[in-house]
């Protein structure tokens, strides 16, 4: 498969900053996004979570989406403020849905696979409607990922439109990508819905996904994780005909 150059769009972090900007896969080339820190919010405010939208595309046979983050600890600093260690929850992408909201929760109908930020650990569910999630579905493929902390890595989501189904993948970039993408990606996570693994939510008769909301955006988020960073934001269309 062969991935296309990124499309322009807007870049929402933390839910408050937004930039205009061009990103490639990987964040190759010198027109990488580089955001300030996703907790550089109004003073007294408080979120648990952060999330950072990327518009989806219409594709031809389907979309990744990727980002490098970093989540400070002892043992490494990262970027320029002084922030408590990382935490402990998911580094997390809403696959082929819209907002992911309250006030419109059939938008937010995604694939949600994520990597544990402190073991690496990979697990895939399913939301239909926002928040009704599935438990953790049975991978076909998975593999142990590395740690979040003290460290840039790269990670990378991929929904892929097939004639009977929709397979989801997610790699980690494990390289050094302190000053720039090491592209030293590793598959951590791999799932195919042909329509019979979702069950147990309102909304699973939707999957597989095949149309996308209006709405249509890809949204990374990251919950419970002060020192969080990230940097190189990207989304690719996956032409698979060639």
């Given at each position: 498969m062969a991935l296309v150059e990124a499309q322009r769009g807007e870049v929402v972090v933390g839910r408050h900053q937004s930039h205009q900007g061009r990103a490639r896969?990987?964040?190759?080339?010198?027109?990488?996004?580089?955001?300030?820190?996703?907790?550089?919010?109004p003073d007294g405010e408080r979120i648990d979570g952060d999330e950072l939208a990327v518009p989806s595309v219409q594709d031809v046979g389907g979309q990744a989406c990727a980002l490098a983050?970093?989540?400070?600890?002892?043992?490494?600093?990262?970027?320029?403020?002084?922030?408590?260690?990382?935490?402990?929850?998911?580094?997390?992408?809403?696959?082929?849905?819209?907002?992911?909201?309250d006030s419109a929760p059939y938008d937010g109908c995604v694939y949600d696979?994520?990597?544990?930020?402190?073991?690496?650990?990979?697990?895939?569910?399913?939301?239909?409607?926002?928040p009704d999630y599935t438990g953790n579905l049975d991978l076909d493929f998975s593999k142990q990922g590395i740690s979040y902390h003290g460290k840039w890595?790269?990670?990378?989501?991929?929904?892929?439109?097939?004639?009977?189904?929709?397979r989801i993948q997610l790699f980690q970039d494990q390289g050094d990508n302190e000053v720039r993408p090491a592209n030293q990606w590793v598959k951590v996570l791999e799932f195919f819905d042909d329509g019979t693994k979702?069950?147990?939510?309102?909304?699973?008769?939707?999957?597989?996904?095949?149309?996308?909301?209006?709405?249509?955006?890809?949204?990374?988020?990251?919950?419970?994780?002060?020192?969080?960073?990230?940097?190189?934001?990207?989304?690719?269309?996956?032409?698979?005909?060639?």
């Open positions: 896969l990987g964040g190759q080339g010198g027109d990488g996004l580089d955001e300030r820190p996703a907790d550089a919010r983050v970093g989540l400070r600890d002892e043992r490494r600093q990262l970027g320029r403020a002084q922030r408590a260690p990382g935490g402990d929850d998911d580094v997390a992408a809403k696959l082929l849905g819209g907002r992911h909201t696979p994520a990597i544990q930020t402190n073991n690496g650990q990979p697990r895939l569910r399913a939301e239909c409607p926002h890595v790269g990670t990378m989501a991929a929904a892929i439109q097939e004639q009977n189904g929709v979702v069950s147990g939510i309102e909304g699973a008769d939707r999957f597989p996904i095949r149309e996308l909301p209006a709405s249509a955006q890809n949204t990374w988020r990251i919950d419970e994780s002060p020192g969080l960073q990230e940097k190189w934001l990207a989304i690719a269309e996956i032409d698979v005909s060639q």
